[in-house]
């Protein structure tokens, strides 16, 4: 190897030692090299794409060459570079070699390799180039940007998944995801179904990413792209759809279908499920009274007061205006009276602040058992809903059952 040759630290990249010819190479009539970094003697931008470069031969092995664009002494000049890999005395260093660019007769296709690197390096997405065997060649600035870890942290695949995957079950599921997804692909000769995967990032953070696949020629080509912000765009316009905004509780749909799943799972005559309609007393005169905010107000300390008397496992929703409904799983007649009377007895002990005096709110509450068929839920609500008539003639206040 008759070319100028540098050995530098992994890590740093501080040259550790360099050939004769490497003096005058890089700058002529300078001291040595040595105790230099990389980026002083061809550049920050060309140091930073031999970053990019992963197919480093371990054990000295000379790899693919490749050409940048450097700048020595202030002049602008191409190098063809090889990259290998030595470890000496537990030290992991790096070996590279330098030469200037083809004749002039070649500077077309430089440029044009240049100019792709480039064109790879300003796509606002993570690239990569694996050979066949799925050994990494390339990654632009993209990936690097994305995920944060370079060539001395992802030295192989293993660095790859025990990294970005932290939590061995859900590593474990993503990479039987990805095996079984590219597996498909190339049986088929067709690009990869894309699919979103959590990755933790060398900064700690967790980022959603979709990834991308296609096998082309004697490369396999990988895209990443970083959907974070979509897919929480997404899940807050689900939870919109979902949710009462006042409240937070499940609105009418939400609640119809999550009683429906309920009643799917437990399946069954034997199960046994109780329905509560509530509504809370003269909540027109409340707000006629002391205005829509105070109301508001009632209608989200009731919301908590009834989350705080359910268990996890029930089902409390916000029909509209003042009327709820609570869902019990798994309960028996008695054990629903029960607890209605505790959402009773804890609303009356409420207390809104309403210009300074507390105003005091109650409910009305009709229950009723949601028997099997197509439209339990809904039967059970009606029924349920008659009872309250009935609590709200009596004179409010209480339940009926």
């Known amino acids: 190897m008759g070319g100028p040759v540098l050995v530098a630290e992994k890590g740093s990249r501080t040259v550790s030692f360099c050939n004769k010819t490497a003096h005058n190479f890089f700058i002529p009539g300078s001291p040595s090299p040595v105790g230099r970094l990389i980026d002083e003697l061809i550049g920050v931008a060309a140091s930073l794409l031999l970053t990019q470069i992963w197919s480093i031969p371990q054990n000295g092995a000379i790899s693919e060459p490749f050409i ?140 959603r990413i979709q990834f991308r696949h296609r096998a082309i020629g004697h490369f396999h080509l990988n895209l990443y792209l970083d959907v974070t912000a979509e897919r929480l765009y997404a899940q807050r316009m689900q939870k919109l759809a979902e949710i009462d905004p006042l409240t937070g509780l499940l609105n009418r749909r939400s609640f119809f279908e999550q009683t429906s799943e309920i009643l799917s799972i437990d399946g069954g005559d034997e199960a046994e499920h109780v329905v509560l309609m509530l509504d809370i007393d003269h909540f027109k005169q409340l707000n006629d009274l002391h205005g829509h905010a105070v109301g508001d107000l009632a209608l989200e300390a009731f919301a908590r007061c009834c989350h705080g008397v359910v268990r996890g ?24 009276i029960e607890v209605a009377e505790r959402i009773r007895a804890a609303t ?49 206040n209480r339940v009926a059952h």
């Not at 005395?89 to 440029?111: C, H, I, K, Q, W």
């Not at 929703?317 to 019990?328: D, K």
């Not at 109650?362 to 068929?373: D, M, P």
Request: hydrophobic share 40%.
């Open 348 to 396: 009356e002990e409420l207390e809104i602040e309403a210009g300074g005096a507390p105003v005091r709110i109650t409910v009305s509450i009709g229950l009723a058992q949601c028997r099997s068929g197509e439209n339990a839920v809904d039967q059970a609500l009606r029924r349920a809903d008659g009872l309250l008539y009935q609590a709200k003639m009596n004179g409010r």
């Open 68 to 207: 940048i664009k450097s700048v020595l002494d202030d002049k602008e000049r191409l190098l063809v570079t090889h990259v290998s890999s030595v470890r000496v005395e537990g030290r992991d260093l790096r070996l590279y070699s330098f030469r200037d660019a083809p004749p002039s007769d070649t500077l077309g296709m430089v440029n044009w390799q240049l100019n792709l690197m480039e064109l790879l390096n300003w796509l606002p997405l993570g690239f990569e180039v694996a050979t066949l065997r799925d050994e990494v060649q390339f990654v632009n600035s993209g990936f690097k940007q994305m995920f944060g870890y370079d060539l001395d942290q992802l030295e192989d695949a293993e660095d790859w998944w025990r990294l970005a995957y932290p939590d061995p079950d859900y590593r474990a599921m993503a990479r039987q995801k990805w095996e079984d997804e590219i597996a498909a692909a190339r049986r088929e000769n067709r690009e990869m179904t894309p699919f979103d995967l959590d990755v933790r990032t060398a900064s700690g953070e967790t980022r």
């Open 313 to 336: 496992r029930d089902v409390v929703a916000r029909l509209g205006g003042e009327e709820f409904c609570v869902f019990l799983r798994s309960v028996t007649l008695d054990k629903a």
